[in-house]
């Protein structure tokens, strides 16, 4: 085939034309490759530079430069607290807390960092929990479930399978003679307050499974229905089965490691000295779960605590009332303060002839004498006072209701009167004053009247002549305050929610959350050395060593030593507090105070003397004290009765009825 001139010139165009194209897709394609390569790398470097940021912030605590750790202030409020924590470090640092704070950070920097996080949340304005999230350990059920599914072995003497009902209430009570109203009456046991803080937890609306960022870690172990089951005829091997098997279990979880226990709580629906055997004979009382030391670290909820530990604290007895709306609780409400209240002051209980220094027997005589006085004795045969209708009743007829001691400090009466508007009359300040701080204001004499269980027991003072000279005025304020507390005395059913009122738990669950914060916030200001030793330590040293062991039984021997009646001479005090090295931490709502056993005994002397010699409303003056020679059934009624009170009404009613009955 013959070649022209031209067709060459064509092929060598087209080859170098295909040449260029080749070389401009090479070009674009590694153009496109380092655009591909620039722009992840941009983008990685700017990734890390937040993240690393955000760490240097959540790292501050594990820094040796302590100008990067916020110092916060203990005793503020929520919102302050939130303020300094959005501060910058730089402006927060200062030369003392270098010093404080380096040593502490080098030794336990790795322990301290996990619940900064936890701190860091209350910052987050935009989230309704911040600072108030809960985790809830999920336990093997040996430690609830378990208990509930065998009930009838939870008690010798009561079967306790229909008390576990309806998410711990019980069975609704019957009200054929119209004492209560609509909605929300159980028959709920004294000992059920387990299962009804559990299922009220199950439905808190700030439960977190992140425990990073949890304020609070909460410990379902039925403590109380544990140890119920032991209580009688089991050796101290079987009592101690349960708590010991919960403390393994708790150390064993990374939870547990941020502070050892000291952001845990759990809750024991019976009083202190159930958990706290002394020794380990079979004859001695109760098992020794608040004498673990790791447990010791934690915070145990009973519904009387002991006054001298300060690792319990008192909650509220459950009472027959569980709203399960506002609604229900502003009814009952407006019935007790509407209540025709013809009981100057009643008594609903039994004596106790075997505790040597109980005032229950004085109690019963004043009240059998008294016109104005309404007793209800629990000890003869079928007793009335199994029956709720009937005891809440004589609460709703009575102006004040008597509340001494009975086996222990405490009684459920005392929240039963209360809830029917009635104003306890206390005679031990340990029955409610150092018990409920979180639920019960600390000016005593708003709500309630004191007198000395002493003055009772030696004949020196007339209950009658102390209640009828408070005027009438003051007893119409005293009645409101106790109406006006009532949503915190009580815990609402579990399957419901309150809109606007905080009930019992809602109380104690924020009462609990300020503690540990509180706690955490002092820990990152280096105030709180001797507290992490105890918590974040080797494990051999723990909270409450062996000199709170040695205050504890000292305790409970001066306290036997009272109630079979060998008393301490008031010129001095016991011997156990001589020793000077005993201490203990007094409670108080917005934080703790140190001070010496000796002091609180001195002060309770100097209080019981100020009642005896003061003319306020809580106590009489020397013209309304017994004559301790004085008969029974003499009433000397005094001048105060001459206004037209309620008490006057009274007085005049009884005057009545005595003339009618001569």
Same mark, same amino acid.
């Given at each position: 085939?013959?070649?022209?001139?031209?067709?060459?010139?064509?092929?060598?165009?087209?080859?170098?034309?295909?040449?260029?194209?080749?070389?401009?897709?090479? !070009?674009?394609?590694?153009?496109?490759?380092?655009?591909?390569?620039?722009? =992840? =790398?941009?983008?990685?470097?700017?990734?890390?530079?937040?993240?690393?940021?955000?760490?240097?912030?959540?790292?501050?605590?594990?820094?040796?430069?302590?100008?990067?750790?916020?110092?916060?202030?203990?005793?503020?409020?929520?919102?302050?607290?939130?303020? +300094?924590?959005?501060?910058?470090?730089?402006?927060?640092?200062?030369?003392?807390?270098?010093?404080?704070?380096?040593?502490?950070?080098?030794?336990?920097?790795?322990?301290?960092?996990?619940? =900064?996080?936890?701190?860091?949340?209350?910052?987050?304005?935009?989230?309704?929990?911040?600072?108030?999230?809960?985790?809830?350990?999920?336990?093997?059920?040996?430690?609830?479930?378990?208990?509930?599914?065998?009930?009838? &072995?939870?008690?010798?003497?009561?079967?306790?399978?229909?008390?576990?009902?309806?998410?711990?209430?019980?069975?609704?009570?019957? #009200?054929?003679?119209?004492?209560?109203?609509?909605?929300?009456?159980?028959?709920?046991?004294?000992?059920?307050?387990?299962?009804?803080?559990?299922?009220?937890?199950?439905?808190?609306?700030?439960?977190?499974?992140?425990?990073?960022?949890?304020?609070?870690?909460?410990?379902?172990?039925?403590?109380?229905?544990?140890?119920?089951?032991?209580?009688?005829?089991?050796?101290?091997?079987?009592?101690?089965?349960?708590?010991?098997?919960?403390?393994?279990?708790?150390?064993?979880?990374?939870?547990?490691?941020?502070?050892?226990? &000291?952001?845990?709580?759990?809750?024991?629906?019976?009083?202190?000295?159930? /958990?706290?055997?002394?020794?380990?004979?079979?004859?001695?009382?109760?098992? +020794?779960?608040?004498?673990?030391?790791?447990?010791?670290?934690?915070?145990?909820?009973?519904?009387? $605590?002991?006054? !001298?530990?300060?690792?319990? *604290?008192?909650?509220?007895?459950?009472?027959?009332?569980?709203?399960?709306? #506002?609604?229900?609780?502003?009814? =009952?409400?407006?019935?007790?303060?509407? $209540?025709?209240?013809?009981?100057?002051?009643? *008594?609903?209980?039994?004596?106790?002839?075997?505790?040597?220094?109980?005032?229950?027997?004085?109690?019963?005589?004043?009240?059998?004498?008294?016109?104005?006085?309404?007793?209800?004795?629990?000890?003869?045969?079928?007793?009335?006072?199994?029956?709720?209708?009937?005891?809440?009743?004589?609460?709703?007829?009575?102006?004040?209701?008597?509340?001494?001691?009975?086996?222990?400090?405490?009684?459920?009466?005392? !929240?039963?009167?209360?809830?029917?508007?009635?104003?306890?009359? *206390?005679?031990?300040?340990?029955?409610?004053?150092?018990?409920?701080?979180?639920?019960?204001?600390?000016?005593?004499?708003?709500?309630?009247?004191?007198?000395?269980?002493?003055?009772?027991?030696?004949?020196?003072?007339?209950?009658?002549?102390?209640?009828?000279?408070?005027?009438?005025?003051?007893?119409?304020?005293?009645?409101?305050?106790?109406?006006?507390?009532?949503?915190?005395?009580?815990?609402?059913?579990?399957?419901?929610?309150?809109?606007?009122?905080? #009930?019992? /738990?809602?109380?104690?669950?924020?009462?609990?959350?300020?503690?540990?914060?509180?706690?955490?916030?002092?820990?990152?200001?280096?105030?709180?050395?001797?507290?992490?030793?105890?918590?974040?330590?080797?494990?051999?040293?723990?909270?409450?060593?062996?000199?709170?062991?040695?205050?504890?039984?000292?305790?409970?021997?001066?306290?036997?030593?009272?109630?079979?009646?060998?008393?301490?001479?008031?010129?001095?005090?016991?011997?156990?507090?001589?020793?000077?090295?005993?201490?203990?931490?007094?409670?108080?709502?917005?934080?703790?105070?140190?001070?010496?056993?000796?002091?609180?005994?001195?002060?309770?002397?100097?209080?019981?003397?100020?009642?005896?010699?003061?003319?306020?409303?809580?106590?009489?003056?020397?013209?309304?004290?017994?004559?301790?020679?004085?008969? +029974?059934?003499?009433?000397?009624?005094?001048?105060?009765?001459?206004?037209?009170?309620?008490?006057?009404?009274? $007085?005049?009613?009884? &005057?009545?009825?005595?003339?009618?009955?001569?």
């Amino acid at each position: 085939m013959p070649t022209y001139p031209g067709a060459s010139r064509s092929k060598l165009g087209r080859e170098r034309m295909e040449k260029t194209s080749w070389k401009s897709r090479i !070009f674009s394609r590694c153009f496109a490759i380092l655009l591909s390569i620039a722009f =992840w =790398w941009l983008l990685f470097v700017f990734h890390f530079s937040i993240v690393g940021q955000n760490h240097e912030n959540l790292s501050a605590l594990n820094s040796s430069d302590v100008s990067e750790i916020p110092l916060i202030q203990v005793r503020q409020t929520r919102e302050s607290l939130r303020s +300094k924590l959005s501060l910058t470090p730089e402006k927060l640092s200062s030369p003392q807390a270098k010093r404080n704070s380096d040593q502490i950070l080098k030794k336990y920097s790795s322990s301290l960092q996990p619940f =900064w996080r936890a701190l860091s949340t209350i910052n987050n304005k935009s989230d309704p929990c911040a600072g108030k999230y809960v985790y809830m350990h999920e336990l093997p059920p040996e430690f609830n479930q378990k208990m509930l599914e065998d009930c009838r &072995r939870l008690s010798l003497w009561t079967n306790m399978c229909k008390f576990t009902t309806n998410a711990g209430l019980g069975p609704p009570l019957e #009200d054929s003679e119209s004492v209560f109203t609509g909605n929300g009456w159980f028959a709920t046991n004294q000992f059920a307050v387990d299962v009804i803080f559990h299922n009220r937890m199950k439905q808190y609306e700030c439960l977190t499974m992140d425990s990073r960022k949890a304020a609070l870690l909460y410990v379902p172990f039925y403590a109380g229905l544990d140890i119920s089951r032991h209580l009688w005829g089991a050796n101290v091997s079987v009592r101690d089965s349960g708590p010991l098997s919960l403390a393994s279990w708790l150390q064993s979880q990374p939870e547990w490691e941020i502070m050892r226990g &000291r952001d845990h709580f759990l809750v024991g629906g019976r009083i202190t000295w159930d /958990f706290r055997r002394l020794t380990d004979a079979d004859s001695d009382w109760g098992n +020794k779960l608040l004498r673990i030391p790791a447990i010791m670290n934690m915070t145990m909820l009973v519904i009387e $605590a002991s006054p !001298f530990h300060t690792n319990d *604290f008192g909650i509220p007895y459950p009472t027959y009332f569980h709203p399960s709306q #506002d609604s229900d609780v502003i009814e =009952w409400q407006n019935k007790v303060r509407m $209540a025709n209240r013809s009981v100057l002051f009643s *008594f609903a209980g039994a004596p106790r002839p075997e505790i040597a220094t109980s005032i229950r027997g004085q109690i019963m005589d004043q009240c059998k004498f008294s016109k104005f006085c309404k007793l209800l004795e629990c000890d003869k045969g079928e007793s009335k006072c199994h029956s709720p209708s009937t005891v809440m009743q004589l609460f709703q007829q009575s102006v004040f209701c008597l509340q001494p001691q009975g086996d222990s400090f405490t009684r459920r009466s005392i !929240f039963d009167s209360m809830l029917a508007g009635c104003i306890p009359v *206390f005679f031990h300040s340990d029955s409610a004053y150092s018990q409920y701080i979180w639920h019960l204001p600390q000016q005593y004499n708003k709500y309630s009247v004191f007198i000395h269980e002493d003055d009772v027991r030696e004949r020196n003072a007339s209950i009658e002549a102390i209640l009828l000279h408070i005027p009438s005025g003051t007893i119409q304020k005293m009645k409101e305050e106790v109406i006006s507390l009532i949503p915190g005395l009580v815990y609402a059913d579990p399957r419901h929610h309150l809109t606007n009122m905080k #009930d019992a /738990f809602d109380i104690t669950v924020k009462a609990l959350i300020d503690k540990v914060t509180n706690l955490r916030v002092r820990i990152t200001e280096g105030k709180e050395e001797e507290d992490l030793d105890m918590a974040v330590g080797s494990g051999e040293v723990h909270l409450r060593g062996e000199m709170q062991k040695d205050s504890e039984q000292a305790a409970r021997r001066w306290e036997g030593q009272r109630r079979n009646g060998e008393e301490w001479l008031d010129s001095s005090p016991p011997p156990f507090f001589q020793t000077g090295q005993n201490r203990i931490e007094e409670r108080k709502a917005g934080g703790t105070i140190v001070t010496s056993l000796e002091e609180i005994w001195r002060r309770d002397q100097a209080e019981k003397e100020a009642h005896r010699k003061s003319h306020d409303i809580i106590t009489p003056d020397s013209s309304l004290y017994l004559d301790p020679q004085m008969s +029974k059934g003499r009433h000397d009624l005094p001048e105060v009765l001459g206004h037209t009170s309620q008490v006057g009404k009274i $007085a005049s009613v009884a &005057r009545k009825k005595e003339a009618v009955a001569t």
